[in-house]
């Protein structure tokens, strides 16, 4: 019988316990980027006014539904989330939203809706308008089980036109792809 040295034997061990270990890890990465990703219900966008103007109102709501739209469509596209359909809980959303307080300001109702949906997160979104050249938009991410703020991000934009609100909700949607890119739990 041929004797093999100890250190031989452990070299041995300790090798093919690396590789173990790597494939492990190659196997969990693969499965995870399989996944699909989390899901995401977009309440939708609401607008917050210092000088209300009536003759711009009805523009200003098709904009809010446009960016909805295009934040969707922007987050579908760049896989960062699983964006559920709100319309088989329409009615759950307006009666949260009955209570006359922009949806963004209220945790619990964010949560009641996320709950309701089913989903693991819950966005609201607001656009703040200083004046006609001044806005921002915004959005707040939030865990459904905790409650807990996982992203907020805003974008400030230059001009009241559907161009300046899609440019901004597109950038924004850029922007947490490129940090998700370079971390893989942003926005979670």
């Known amino acids: 019988m041929i004797a093999i040295p100890a250190r031989s034997l452990r070299a041995r061990f300790g090798l093919a316990l690396v590789a173990l270990v790597a494939a492990f890890a190659f ?3 693969v499965r995870a980027a399989d996944a699909a990703p989390d899901t995401l219900a977009l309440i939708g966008f609401e607008l917050i006014e210092e000088h209300p103007d009536a003759s711009r109102h009805a523009a200003q709501q098709a904009r809010l539904k446009m960016i909805e739209d295009a934040f969707r469509t922007e987050v579908r ?6 964006m ?5 809980h329409q009615a759950l959303i307006e009666r949260v939203r009955g209570g006359g307080e922009l949806v963004y300001r209220c945790p619990h109702c964010l949560a009641e809706i996320g709950e309701g949906m089913g989903v693991r997160y819950v966005a609201a979104g607001w656009v703040q308008k200083v004046s006609n050249l001044i806005l921002n938009v915004n959005v ?5 089980g905790s409650n ?3 992203l907020v991000k805003s974008v400030d934009m230059r001009g009241n036109n559907d161009d300046s609100w899609l440019r901004a ?3 924004l949607v850029r922007d947490i792809e490129k940090k998700r890119a370079a971390n893989p739990r ?3």
């Open 77 to 82: 596209a760049r896989g960062l989330y699983t």
């Open 27 to 29: 196997a969990s990465s």
């Open 84 to 88: 559920v359909d709100n319309a088989p």
């Open 140 to 144: 707040e991410i939030r865990e459904v």
């Open 169 to 171: 909700v597109r950038y």
């Open 186 to 188: 942003h926005g979670l």
């Open 148 to 150: 807990r703020v996982v």
